[in-house]
């Protein structure tokens, strides 16, 4: 099931092409930025016929997501919230995201690692592509505030930026799809496959015996929602977090009754440094995690049937667990130079 | 995997091709002629007139009788289908892209721009037509592309759903006598259903109308025929049996499904130019 391979290698055959059809050889092969399948992935849900990453896109996009510009006073830009050290998600200091001005979110920042691999975005599965996944942090008043009309105006009397956009889509004025282009081509490239228990999935890493424990345990009491690799089958259940659910989670979008509470079964790949965790962000560690599960499970009419008595966790199996929640962390992805700012 | 594979190969093909500067264009085969379709809006028996955002005259009525006046009234039209008796067929080519220039086959009608009312098909294969069929909105197949330039491009006017991301299919704003804060919106979105498991009623709709007309007559294409087929919308069948009173506002697919469900009706070839 598990193929070792980890990198598609057609994009280096497309360079070699490249160089043999322009008998070029100076080029250097360089994958930095090519955008890869790892092959234990689920398959890439981006588009990326019709935004191929590119070195320059990316760094632009790096760039717009730096820049508190696209904020309404120039205060907050995409990384206030999702930093690289949390795997891009907030700092812990942060249970719900702080906007401009101060203003407190709703909602808990989650880590953007591996977005190009999910099938729909937010807490609640409002937003089906990543490129418009933007549109609502820039306009949402507790975020950015903003306009993307404004921004759009903004970035065209920047001439560096109008420099930028010319060199990367050879577009003359920045319009509004480019720059959602940009950042999605920055954000698809956080693909965090390099994990010990990513090396281990490929034969190139042992697990202690605690860890491994910790994955049978893991397998037999989680992953009915954490399921495969991702450790998410994407659907939207209660896990028992109140007895009445004061954010309407999934509902918000359907509008169904039987919605109300859900809220999207979370990716946990890096999750020892995501915390707070819940799409309030109300547990500060895993412990508290597992306890929830384990005895604070609240019944409400949308709870998962299968939390209705809780999931016995002894403290010993907590404890394995958790160490093998942690095999799930990527320092490589964490500590990757290609997203410091440029 | 497999698509992933082969798009990566055929993209390092183009920028083999870009980069060396050997661009060849396939040479624009003229299949047939053009066909123009024209939309022109009414209530009832009267032209769409817009007012301005302080108007307070009110030249329209629903069926229900409450008066109101129109501020915006736009629509996407996209999938465009000709077809003819003998086989013949023409779908209209689409094409979504961040570059405005190629945007195909996806139109944005506006009453405030007349060029906007009139779509021109190019190539239709000659032949005898006697049916259009067209969306009335953006469908999931444009709208899981991603950002797009141009008519679909937010920062340009285009009609977007940030959260329960989508294009809005339909917007009719105005004002009305009937309530005190005098402005009305109905924005009919929503590009996908989600039926409910547990039997409680459906609530999330795909809005996106597939509208089938007959031509009146049987439409000549050819080389030296170019035919126009002028269609109406009737914008009070689209509110329908409307209370202002009681919906006001409508910004979600649950509530504007019932104005979507009046969008067949709405639309009807007036006559064709042959």
């Given at each position: 099931m598990y193929i070792s391979k980890k990198r598609i290698q057609l994009p280096v055959w497309g360079l070699l092409l490249f160089v043999f059809g322009c008998q070029d050889s100076e080029m250097q092969i360089d994958d930095t930025y090519v955008f890869y399948q790892p092959?234990?992935?689920?398959?890439?849900?981006?588009?990326l016929e019709n935004n191929p990453v590119t070195e320059k896109g990316f760094l632009l996009g790096e760039k717009l997501f730096n820049d508190p510009i696209l904020s309404r006073d120039g205060?907050?830009?995409?990384s206030n919230c999702h930093q690289q050290g949390t795997a891009f998600a907030d700092s812990q200091q942060h249970p719900l995201s702080k906007g401009v001005e101060d203003r407190e979110g709703i909602r808990n920042a989650p880590s953007l690692a591996n977005l190009a691999f999910l099938p729909e975005f937010f807490w609640d599965g409002g937003v089906t592509h990543l490129d418009f996944v933007p549109l609502n942090a820039i306009e949402t008043e507790f975020e950015m505030d903003e306009t993307i009309e404004n921004v759009i105006v903004k970035l065209n009397k920047s001439e560096t930026y109008r420099a930028l956009f010319k060199d990367v889509f050879d577009m003359d004025e920045v319009t509004s799809p480019y720059m959602l282009h940009a950042l999605s081509q920055f954000m698809v490239m956080m693909i965090s496959d390099n994990s010990r228990y990513d090396q281990y999935l490929q034969g190139e890493e042992v697990l202690s015996s605690e860890e491994l424990a910790g994955m049978e345990l893991f397998e037999s009491k989680c992953e009915g929602c954490h399921a495969g690799v991702l450790q998410s089958d994407f659907s939207y259940r209660n896990n028992g977090l109140d007895a009445m659910p004061l954010d309407s989670g999934r509902n918000r979008i359907t509008e169904n009754s039987q919605d109300w509470g859900k809220f999207r079964v979370p990716s946990l790949r890096n999750v020892e440094l995501t915390s707070p965790y819940m799409h309030d962000g109300r547990f500060e560690t895993l412990e508290e995690v597992l306890k929830h599960y384990n005895s604070g499970v609240q019944i409400y009419e949308t709870l998962d049937p299968s939390l209705k008595s809780g999931i016995s966790i002894s403290d010993d199996e907590r404890a394995k667990i958790i160490s093998f929640l942690k095999t799930l962390t990527d320092r490589d992805f964490t500590r990757d130079p290609k997203f410091f700012i440029h | 995997m497999k698509t992933l594979k082969s798009t990566i190969a055929l993209l390092a093909m183009a920028v083999l091709f870009i980069s060396c500067g050997e661009e060849t264009e396939d040479p624009q085969t003229k299949l047939g002629s053009s066909v123009a379709i024209e939309f022109d809006n009414f209530v009832g028996t009267s032209q769409v007139n817009l007012e301005s955002e302080a108007s307070t005259s009110y030249a329209y009525n629903t069926t229900g009788g409450q008066e109101f006046n129109l501020t915006r009234v736009q629509y996407y039209v996209s999938k465009i289908i000709l077809t003819g008796e003998n086989g013949e067929i023409f779908e209209d080519e689409l094409q979504v892209s961040a570059n405005a220039d190629e945007i195909k086959g996806y139109y944005f009608i506006h009453e405030s721009d007349n060029a906007s009312k009139l779509i021109e098909l190019t190539n239709v294969p000659k032949g005898t037509y006697t049916q259009i069929t067209f969306n009335l909105g953006i469908d999931e197949e444009g709208v899981q592309e991603g950002a797009a330039g141009g008519i679909l491009d937010p920062a340009n006017g285009a009609p977007f759903w940030n959260w329960n991301a989508g294009y809005i299919g339909m917007t009719i704003e105005g004002q009305t006598s009937v309530i005190d804060e005098s402005e009305f919106a109905i924005h009919i979105g929503g590009w996908k259903d989600i039926i409910p498991e547990d039997g409680t009623t459906q609530k999330f709709y795909n809005n996106v109308k597939t509208i089938t007309l007959n031509l009146d007559v049987n439409m000549q294409v050819n080389s030296t025929l170019e035919p126009e087929i002028h269609i109406v919308t009737d914008i009070q069948k689209i509110l329908g049996d409307v209370d202002f009173t009681a919906t006001p506002q409508v910004h979600s697919p649950a509530v504007g499904r019932l104005f979507a469900d009046n969008l067949e009706s709405a639309f009807v070839v007036d006559h064709v130019h042959q």
């Open positions: 092959a234990h992935f689920p398959e890439a849900t981006y588009t205060s907050v830009a995409c | -």
